[in-house]
């Protein structure tokens, strides 16, 4: 990245305009053979943000379970309670909720990967795939670690995002 940020400034939004999108790449190492080369994968910005606000609705939440707290305990003095009381508190370490939590994270990073890949994913064939079950297995096929298909969901995301050293840098 340069030093230099474009600004560019606008004085009307027209409907049709994608004066929002962004777009970039995503650098993944790989290493063959032991030499290591840096693949330049190309990414889009485009409706992740739209993606996340509908897999936020449809987290899981984790069960409900009564409980007695204690008015001394940290809950109780942040309740404000004065005697011991029953309360109803999310389980967080319910196991069918934890589950399902991780179900729901993995299957928003896969849906973020393949919304924010700006390159077509073709068969063995060498035809273009429009299947999303179909494309996540070709990824998957390819050998992809968690590390590469993190920093690649990362990448995607901060296509938007000022860092926090570009916020200082930049913006002042």
């Known amino acids: 990245m340069s030093d230099e940020v474009k600004r560019e400034k606008i004085t009307e939004f027209v409907a049709g305009q994608n004066v929002f999108t962004s777009n970039g790449v995503s650098s993944v190492k790989v290493t063959r053979d032991g030499e290591i080369t ?10 992740i943000a739209e993606l996340i606000d509908t897999f ?10 009564q409980q007695m707290v204690d008015p001394d305990s940290e809950v ?24 399902a939590k991780e179900e729901h994270n993995s299957n928003l990073g896969i849906a973020v990967l393949l919304k924010g890949l700006a390159v077509a994913i073709k068969n063995a064939e060498g035809v273009l795939v429009e299947d999303r079950a179909e494309k996540i297995k070709i990824l998957k096929s390819m050998g992809m670690s968690g590390d590469q298909f993190q920093q690649i ?11 926090e050293e570009e916020k200082t840098h930049f913006l002042g």
Not at 38 to 47: A, E
Not at 59 to 64: D, E, F, G, S
Not at 85 to 90: A, D, H, I, L
């Open 38 to 47: 840096c693949l330049d994968i190309p990414i889009q910005s485009t409706g």
């Open 56 to 65: 936020k609705e449809k987290a899981p939440t984790p069960p409900r379970k």
């Open 76 to 99: 109780g003095k942040g309740m404000g309670l004065t005697k011991k009381n029953g309360v109803w508190m999310y389980d967080l370490t319910d196991p069918d909720y934890i589950k």
């Open 153 to 163: 969901i990362n990448d995607i995301q901060n296509l938007t995002c000022w860092s």
